[in-house]
């Protein structure tokens, strides 16, 4: 079945760095787009970042030049690396495959448990 398994939060100060890592089985993950989401307490989940399955990439505006995704197909594994890091991008952090219409990413149905990241001030 679909999977998505979330790793690589924690406890960071200000302006420090994580990388979370975002292990998928059960699709095709060479040809899927892949999507980082988060959710704050008391919001709604937003789309962070998401990159085609050749690469391309989207960010939403509060973590350009900040954030980076990637992804390595041979371990079917999307990273999040997040560098300069603000307490208002503490959140549990989710990934999911989905698919783009008109050029928006659109995720699917299965999620993972999320990652917590917390930013202290």
């Known amino acids: 079945q679909v999977q998505f398994v979330e790793s690589g939060g924690g406890l960071v100060q200000a302006g420090g760095s994580l990388r979370l890592s975002c292990a998928a089985s059960?699709?095709?993950?060479?040809?899927?787009?892949i999507g980082w989401y988060r959710q704050a307490p008391g919001k709604q989940r937003e789309l962070v970042a998401d990159?085609?399955?050749?690469?391309?990439?989207n960010y939403v505006d509060s973590v350009k030049g900040r954030f980076t995704i990637s992804r390595d197909n041979a371990k079917n594994t999307v990273y999040l690396q997040m560098n300069s890091l603000k307490p208002e991008d503490t959140a549990v952090y989710y990934c999911?495959?989905?698919?783009?219409?008109?050029?928006?990413?659109?995720?699917?149905?299965?999620w993972g448990q999320g990652t917590q990241v917390t930013v202290s001030s």
């Open positions: 990159i085609s399955s050749v690469g391309r990439t």
């Open positions: 059960g699709i095709t993950f060479s040809r899927s787009a």
């Open positions: 999911n495959s989905g698919y783009y219409r008109n050029a928006y990413y659109v995720g699917g149905a299965y």
